[in-house]
Structures are given as structure tokens and as C-alpha cells.
């Protein structure tokens, strides 16, 4: 595509809920990162894919947290029991290879837990 | 662990002014990359320059250029000839050395204002 695309722009969740928030990135990038950006915060990094394969994933906060990638391709991010403090808007970004190649991102997905 | 900081959490300049945000940083790494980028309401994170620490020149791209001060470990973003589309939020990152992980680290961001 175009750009790294994120679906969906916005979503509200009760307590409790699980969610899961789509990456597609750019066609032919390897290198895929989700980041946390709460109010008035920059951008926290969670996990790094390339390929298919995690090769960073020390920013999960916690085992709530899980993201998979099977294709190599488009990516997603999976919240289960959702608490109030992981509302946020949820970046992802994408990049040739990783290693000094520039990132591109997403316009994000707003999440609200209610 | 690597930091970064932005001291300014707001900023406001006049249109075709020049302004320049500053950033400082904390890691052990002789070999790094910095950035700035811009962030408008619409949420994208657009990248607006970045710096090799192992060059010596700063860099610059149109109206847009650093001051790296690598014993510092200052790394400040000077935008001349202010546009009223240069309003957003400006985050200021580090990123490891090639071959480790490949995490940006923001600062808490400064947002600037450009009056007409």
C-alpha cells in the first residue's frame, strides 16, 4: 500500500474486554514496531518484528499484551482483559530492513477503555 | 538505560521567525542515530531529520537543520522562516546502534505554536 495503514482509527472497549488492533504495513517492509503513546507522552516502544519472527518484545508491559505476525506481512496487536490504563493510541510503523532505514508510521489506533 | 528529554513542553514563535527546540540524551553508545519528528493532530508521526552520531556535520533539510553536540549529548532542531504548517507536536528520539534493537526512544515531546 501507499502508507502503513491502522485499523481501526478509533475503538472503545469496557473493562475487562479483549481487543485486537490491525497493522498492515508497507508492501515489501520487513521490519514492523508497535509503540504506546498515552496523553501528553512520546511514543513507548512494545515489540519489533522482523519478518515473522518478535526480535524485540521487551516493551510488552505485561502478559496481556501479545502481538503475532504469521505472514511477515500485516501484524496484530492483541490486548486480552483490558484495564482503564491501556487506553492510549496504539503506533505502528514499518521500515525497508530495520537497520538505519527510516521508519514510516501509522496514523495510530486510539484506543478508550471505559 | 537510554533517555532522552525535551525541557520545553511548549513553545510559540511568529511566522518566518526562527525558533529551536532543544533535546538532550543520556546513553553509553558511542555509535547512535538521532531524530526528530513532527506529529499534526492526525496522529502520523512524520520523520523531519535525523543525524548519524559518528558524522560530524549536522544535518539539514530545507528550513530545518540540528546543532549536535556530541560531548554535550545535546541534539536541538532549529526551524527557520516559521510556516503556520510547522504547528504540531515535535518529539525528539534516539535510536541504538545498527545490529541492536532497532527501538526508537522519544522524548515527552514539545508542542509549538506558530502565530500568523
Known amino acids: 500500500g501507499a502508507g502503513v495503514s491502522q485499523t481501526p482509527s478509533n475503538k472503545v472497549t469496557e473493562k475487562g474486554k479483549y481487543v485486537e488492533l490491525r497493522c498492515d504495513p508497507i508492501s515489501g517492509h520487513t521490519a514492523l514496531y508497535w509503540y504506546r503513546q498515552s496523553l501528553g507522552q512520546g511514543p513507548e516502544f512494545l515489540i519489533y518484528f522482523q519478518g515473522t519472527g518478535a526480535a524485540d518484545d521487551s516493551g510488552l508491559p505485561n502478559d496481556r499484551f501479545f502481538a503475532v505476525r504469521p505472514e511477515g506481512s500485516v501484524s496484530t496487536l492483541k490486548i486480552q482483559r483490558t484495564e482503564r490504563g491501556d487506553s492510549a493510541v496504539y503506533l505502528c510503523?514499518?521500515?525497508?530492513?530495520?537497520?538505519?532505514?527510516?521508519?514510516?508510521f501509522g496514523q495510530g489506533t486510539r484506543l478508550t477503555v471505559v | 538505560a537510554q533517555t532522552v528529554t525535551q525541557s520545553q513542553p511548549e513553545m510559540s514563535v511568529q511566522e518566518a521567525e526562527t525558533v529551536t527546540l532543544s533535546c538532550t540524551y543520556d546513553t553509553s553508545e558511542s555509535d547512535y542515530y538521532l531524530f526528530w519528528y513532527k506529529q499534526p493532530p492526525s496522529r502520523q508521526m512524520i520523520l523531519v531529520i535525523r543525524?548519524?552520531?559518528?558524522?560530524?556535520q549536522n544535518a539539514t533539510e530545507n528550513r530545518f537543520s540540528v546543532n549536535f553536540q556530541k560531548a554535550a549529548k545535546s541534539f536541538s532542531l532549529k526551524i527557520s522562516d516559521s510556516q503556520l504548517g510547522d504547528a504540531a507536536m515535535y518529539f525528539c528520539?534516539?535510536?541504538?546502534?545498527?545490529?541492536?534493537?532497532?527501538?526508537?526512544?522519544f522524548g515527552k515531546g514539545t508542542k509549538l505554536t506558530v502565530n500568523p
Open positions: 543525524q548519524e552520531a559518528y558524522k560530524q
Open positions: 510503523a514499518s521500515s525497508l530492513q530495520g537497520s538505519g532505514t527510516e521508519a514510516f
Open positions: 528520539a534516539y535510536r541504538t546502534p545498527q545490529g541492536g534493537s532497532e527501538k526508537l526512544v
